[in-house]
């Protein structure tokens, strides 16, 4: 235990804003999570793959002399398509059975994504340079990369544009109508069958665009899929499905929680403390249920 | 006849089961000396699986092309044996197995990485098959009482004692703070204890002690606290990843230590990923080309790197080095037992003391090699941006002067 976090009140303005910015890029993978389950009650383990996939996609254009952030654009267009295609191949035979066996496939899928990007790719850690600088603040005391910030603002923008094209769009208005009852969507005339291959693909897509900026601000590599899936996951449970707000809140929060855990437990314990808090928040969901059946009683 | 017919089935029965077990339980087939290797060629360690696989590669065809090895007035050849381990301890455990017991294999060479040897060093242990390798550093694989491992790198509690000792040197021999991050991991946490062993000597006092996950990708949080606590020295290891993340975050944070020290370095080809950043680290190395030991197969340092550029395209790294060693350690014991006798063969591995491109080979008797030193080199720079690793300490073989204190970034 280490407490100098809570000593020095820069330690904790850091910890605070290095959690909220990577809050926010969680939250953009969670949300496209949130909107897949939402859909088309799927889980999907390939999650943090296909971001690792975006990931490659930024590190390939940043190794022929294209700057990488050109990756946020590029890399959803290309993994939209991926996930059509994984839709087309896997998702679709499996949509209407049990969440169990969505879990499988996917994780059939991660699998396989994983395999074959270190076949393709090979196993070395990589990362493509932005070159972005960095920011100080408060007399040098608090340190921001610009890529993080680049990286937050990014996230913020798709989120954003994603809220109003479900608002606004017909397709987006499908989707939330399959969200709602895919059963009553489908008597008025709405291609479920259409929505769900562009949910998955909305889906890969977000998972390419924060693929693209943790090649910018972190490191990739083939094996390294599953922390975003759990992180996701765990995003999309304490924020419940549908939530937007839910989401980037329990996005920024978990950030915050792992930095705070990181400082006071030490870094070896970071992802073990997402694992708990989620042991923790599935207990006391299970909890309040049970009371609220014994209410009904 | 039906005795008869009875016999002939017995006798050809007892004909197949010899054949087939000449052809399968032979260590040595004709003149080929057979090794056996479980390599990573898949998995989270392929990059160095196919490091190691190389240079074994290079060494065979070299020893074979250059008269191959003399047991009992004869010559025979080596051939080696692959199984992909899948970066996996357990398969790698029964692909030992395997070899021993399936294809006869009566001596081993080394798998990629310390978690792989300690899974396959029970196995070789328990058949008394002697197994040179040369990528497991862990020193829990030297305090286990084995009698048939035999490393010929350094274990990793030396990798960089070294530089703590520099920085005290450099102090004026007076104590150092230190800081340092290892990632969770047997190897990294024996480099840990080298360091711990060397504050100790020195009097030195570790200020910031973290370990690092396995799915390190952001080490933010230690570097806050060596930007606040100020320590001279930052020691960093977590294989490929912990070297990027460190120098990402380093220059990102602006970090003023004077000195970094880290391991992994050449694997992770920092200088190539980072440019510029990477300067001024220091790095422990197993090998650097630039040592002049010698040997009569590849000369030296720089006329094994040239050939093996030829050959492969690549600089060699240090793991395809030493892992061309093992098999001069190899040629060596063989000849020198003048003996297929795995027991032999054993105790000429035990007595060897010999000289080879890559450094001296002599093992002590938990099978680590002690006549090597490590080396540090140091990432430097020129104006245009081109950077390269020059050897620092020890001073015998420096190619270049340490630079320290690091500049601040704010001057660079």
Redesign the interface.
């Known amino acids: 235990m280490d407490f100098?976090v809570f000593q020095?009140p820069?330690?904790t303005l850091?910890?605070c804003l290095?959690g909220i910015l990577?809050g926010v890029l969680f939250a953009l993978i969670a949300y496209g999570m949130a909107l897949q389950w939402g859909v088309m009650n799927i889980i999907n383990i390939a999650q943090g793959d296909l971001v690792i996939l975006g990931g490659y996609i930024a590190y390939f254009m940043y190794l022929y002399g294209i700057h990488p952030a050109w990756g946020v654009i590029v890399a959803p267009v290309i993994m939209y398509f991926v996930g059509i295609a994984i839709y087309k191949l896997v998702i679709n035979k499996v949509v209407d059975r049990d969440l169990f066996i969505s879990i499988l496939a996917t994780f059939g899928i991660s699998i396989l994504f994983m395999?074959l990007m270190?076949?393709a790719f090979?196993?070395?850690?990589?990362?493509a340079?932005s070159g972005y600088?960095?920011t100080?603040l408060f007399d040098?005391n608090v340190?921001l990369?610009n890529?993080k910030i680049f990286s937050a603002f990014i996230s913020i923008v798709f989120a954003i544009c994603l809220v109003i094209y479900m608002k606004k769009s017909k397709l987006g208005r499908a989707i939330r109508a399959t969200a709602q009852n895919a059963r009553a969507a489908k008597i008025l005339g709405v291609d479920t069958e259409k929505v769900y291959a562009a949910t998955f693909g909305i889906n890969a897509a977000l998972c390419g665009v924060a693929g693209a900026l943790i090649s910018i601000t972190?490191?990739i590599?083939?094996?390294?899929g599953?922390?975003y899936t759990i992180r996701s996951f765990m995003i999309v449970i304490v924020a419940g499905l549908g939530n937007l707000p839910g989401v980037a809140m329990s996005g920024m929060g978990l950030g915050v929680f792992e930095?705070f855990a990181?400082?006071i437990l030490?870094?070896?314990?970071?992802?073990?403390s997402v694992f708990l808090l989620l042991v923790l928040i599935l207990v006391y969901r299970r909890f309040k249920l049970s009371r609220k059946r014994e209410y009904l009683k | 006849m039906r005795l008869n017919k009875i016999i002939l089935s017995f006798v050809s029965a007892l004909v197949i089961l010899f054949s087939t077990s000449v052809a399968s339980f032979a260590k040595v087939v004709g003149d080929k000396i057979i090794l056996g290797a479980a390599i990573s060629l898949?998995?989270?360690?392929?990059?160095n699986g196919v490091h190691t696989q190389n240079g074994y590669n290079m060494a065979v065809d070299r020893i074979n092309s250059m008269g191959g090895v003399k047991v009992g007035g004869k010559t025979y050849k080596f051939d080696i044996i692959y199984y992909d381990d899948e970066?996996n301890p357990k398969r790698a455990a029964q692909l030992a197995e395997r070899l021993i017991s399936q294809d006869g294999v009566e001596f081993m060479l080394g798998p990629y990485s310390s978690g792989l040897t300690k899974a396959i060093a029970p196995v070789t242990e328990k058949y008394g098959v002697p197994m040179v390798e040369a990528n497991g550093a862990s020193r829990s694989l030297f305090t286990k009482g084995y009698k048939y491992l035999f490393a010929v790198l350094a274990p990793a509690n030396l990798y960089l004692d070294v530089a703590i000792e520099t920085a005290v040197e450099l102090n004026g021999g007076k104590p150092v703070t230190i800081a340092q991050?290892f990632e969770?991991d047997a190897f990294s946490q024996d480099v840990r204890l080298g360091i711990l062993d060397a504050a100790e000597r020195t009097g030195s006092k570790i200020i910031i002690d973290?370990?690092?996950?396995k799915?390190?990708?952001?080490?933010?949080?230690?570097l806050?606290?060596v930007?606040?606590m100020k320590p001279d020295v930052l020691v960093v290891s977590g294989?490929?990843?912990g070297a990027?993340?460190a120098i990402?975050?380093i220059a990102?944070?602006?970090v003023d230590v004077p000195m970094l020290a880290m391991t992994h370095c050449d694997a992770?080809?920092l200088s190539k990923?980072?440019?510029k950043n990477s300067q001024y680290a220091l790095c422990a190395s197993q090998w650097h080309k630039s040592l002049t030991y010698k040997d009569d197969f590849f000369k030296d340092g720089m006329t094994y790197a040239a050939d093996f550029e030829k050959e492969f395209g690549y600089d060699p790294p240090y793991q395809s080095a030493e892992s061309s060693a093992a098999l001069l350690v190899f040629k060596d014991a063989f000849e020198r037992a003048n003996s297929f006798d795995q027991k032999k063969v054993r105790d000429a591995l035990a007595a060897t003391n010999m000289q080879t491109f890559y450094g001296n080979i002599k093992f002590a008797p938990g099978g680590q090699n002690v006549d090597k030193p490590m080396v540090l080199f140091q990432v430097m720079c020129d104006a245009s941006g081109k950077c390269e690793n020059k050897v620092v300490a020890p001073l015998k073989w420096a190619s270049a002067k340490l630079i320290h204190p690091i500049p601040k970034w704010s001057e660079r």
């Open positions: 100098l020095y820069m330690i850091q910890a290095d990577l395999q270190n076949f090979g196993a070395d850690v990589v990362l340079n600088g960095t100080m040098n340190v990369p890529s972190f490191t590599h083939p094996y390294m599953l922390p930095e990181d400082y030490g870094t070896e314990f970071r992802i073990g | 898949t998995g989270k360690y392929s990059s970066s991050a969770q973290d370990k690092l996950p799915e390190l990708n952001d080490m933010a949080a230690t806050v606290k930007k606040q294989h490929t990843k990027l993340t990402r975050q990102e944070m602006k992770a080809k990923q980072h440019g």
